[in-house]
């Protein structure tokens, strides 16, 4: 097997006339240029160059040879050029994973707009509320809700501060009025969803540094969160839902805050990616792009419900 760089020597060697000159021009010893020379001679069981004291000149062999190793230099730099991109062009496949309801209600619009703003991008959005490894599953980015607890991959905070919010539509309340302590909330049915493949069906609330934990129950169970908050807004019941994802729903009146003064779990949003060499271009405007809408809307939550 041939070494690039053991090509690349006897290819200036050739056109320098000199492995002295080749040496000098990639700041190497002649030694190690003649090394690498015989590296090739051994590999090709010929000999390359006819050597003297005064003059270095190619044999036969080493003329017929010549084209063909330029010419397999020529293919591999062509070709990494085709995968070493610059780093300000935007092109090529961008595969994401992203939680479904994340996904379809607050960044659906955002992946869209980017994607028109660099036409040379394809984007592959995989929806899915199992957690992504980023490391088997055929994805460059994902999104994913939790605290990073794993060093081997990349994580980029999108949202540190999200929290949970208990949810409920203006129907729901109208039915069954606005319940002021979590053991009077907890008497009605809730909206229950699959969390990392267990029921979350225990939920946590703090009010002055004071937690208490919830303990529902429901008839309604689904491993999809878009699921659970369009069921919120049919209103069959009420929901826990990160706040990111019911942002918009709450600030057109479609769900309303249950016991606002609680204050719910923590689930700061992170951009993952399994390695930093893959923080490409595309993977850092994105992240940019989603980063600085998460904090629009939070902060358009501060301001509350917008009249109509």
């Known amino acids: 097997m041939f070494r690039l760089e053991d ?6 060697a050739a056109a320098l006339g000199s492995f002295s000159d080749a040496a000098r021009e990639v700041g190497q010893q ?19 160059f006819a050597r003297s004291t005064r003059s270095l000149r190619l044999t036969p062999e080493g003329e017929t040879w010549l084209p063909y190793a330029t010419q ?6 062509a070709g990494l050029q085709k995968i070493q991109v610059p780093d300000d062009e935007v092109r090529g496949t961008l ?17 869209r707009a980017f994607r028109q703003r660099h036409p040379a991008l394809k984007l592959r ?19 994913r809700y939790g605290d990073n607890d794993d060093a081997s991959f990349i994580s980029l905070p999108v949202a540190p501060e999200n929290r949970r919010v208990l949810v409920a539509s203006p129907q729901w309340i109208a039915r069954h009025g606005s319940p002021q302590t979590p053991e009077a909330l907890a008497q009605h049915p809730a ?26 129950s429901g008839a309604i169970i689904s491993d999809d969160a ?10 069959e019941g009420f929901a826990y839902k990160s706040a990111l994802d019911v942002s918009d729903n709450i600030r057109a009146g479609r769900l309303r805050v249950l016991l606002p003064h609680y204050q719910g779990d923590r689930v700061p949003l992170n951009m993952i990616c399994p390695h930093r060499k893959q923080l490409s271009a ?8 989603v980063r600085a809408h998460c904090e629009t809307v939070q902060a358009d939550a501060l301001r509350g419900p917008v009249d109509v």
């Open 7 to 12: 090509l690349t020597l006897f290819v200036r």
């Open 72 to 77: 397999m230099l020529d293919t591999l730099h």
């Open 191 to 216: 909206l229950l969803y699959v969390l990392r493949g267990r029921q979350f069906d225990r939920w946590t609330l703090s009010l002055n540094g004071v937690v208490e934990h919830m303990q529902v």
């Open 95 to 111: 595969q994401i994973a992203v939680p479904s309801d994340l996904g379809r209600n607050l960044l659906l619009n955002v992946f």
């Open 125 to 143: 959005i995989l929806f899915s509320d199992h957690r992504t490894d980023v490391f088997k599953d055929p994805v460059d980015v994902a999104f």
């Open 282 to 289: 595309a993977v850092r405007l994105l992240y940019e792009e």
């Open 30 to 48: 002649p030694a190690q240029v003649s090394a690498a020379i015989k590296r090739l001679e051994t590999t090709l069981n010929i000999r390359l």
């Open 226 to 235: 878009e699921v659970i908050r369009r069921l919120a807004i049919a209103g």
